[in-house]
């Protein structure tokens, strides 16, 4: 679900939607070069042209697995962003809670 790319920038599919990709991904691991799967059935990955470069699966994960992954991530996204939201207008009333 992660790659890097051609800015040394990861990505994670996570967190982006694949329309938004452009340009050429790699693997974290090997450096090779990663192609993205984005097909009806499975969700979005990237995958490796050839195999033979790579000898560590990062992830191979089952899609219940990523599906809660990514479920998790947005949740958490929110949670910290209310609490953000909270900080900031007891601030704003000169009261600090944590």
């Not at 329309?19 to 799967?37: D, H, Q, R, V, W």
């Not at 990237?46 to 992830?59: G, I, N, R, T, Y």
């Not at 949670?79 to 601030?91: A, E």
């Amino acid at each position: 679900m992660t790659a890097i790319d051609e800015n040394g920038q990861v990505v994670n599919l996570l967190e982006i939607e694949v329309k938004e990709l452009t340009g050429k991904y790699f693997c974290p691991s090997c450096k090779s070069e990663l192609f993205i799967k984005n097909g009806e059935i499975k969700m979005p990955h990237f995958a490796h042209k050839s195999l033979k470069a790579c000898d560590l699966w990062l992830e191979n994960e089952s899609e219940q697995h990523l599906g809660l992954k990514k479920h998790s991530i947005n949740g958490l996204k929110k949670l910290i962003r209310w609490k953000l939201k909270l900080i900031f207008l007891n601030l704003s009333r000169g009261q600090i809670y944590w």
